[in-house]
């Protein structure tokens, strides 16, 4: 293997140099696809959420004052609060 000469040393850093700005690039483009994503998943969901949510007196109504009607409301508190979890981390992204 042979040794670098003290003149090859400025152009394998440029060249590490430009490969990292590359990766930094590449990586800086995958996050904002990944954010796009992300975005749009929860947007195709928002209007199945909301009518769930604007539904949910009705559909615990119709239950009565039944197990069935407090299980419901149990896992509808949680979906919404699961999904205000979501949008609040999304937006931090």
Not at 11 to 25: A, D, V, W
Not at 40 to 68: C, P, T, W, Y
């Amino acid at each position: 293997m042979a040794l670098l000469g003290l003149e090859d040393i400025p152009g394998k850093c440029r060249l590490q140099e430009t490969m990292m700005i590359g990766l930094n690039f590449s990586l800086r483009e995958l996050l904002t696809k990944f954010e796009k994503d992300i975005q749009a998943e929860i947007d195709a969901h928002n209007d199945i959420f909301k009518s769930i949510d604007g539904n949910r007196q009705k559909m615990v109504k119709a239950l009565g004052n039944s197990e069935e009607a407090a299980l419901l409301q149990h896992r509808l508190d949680d979906m919404n609060q699961r999904w205000n979890d979501l949008k609040a981390k999304s937006a931090n992204i």
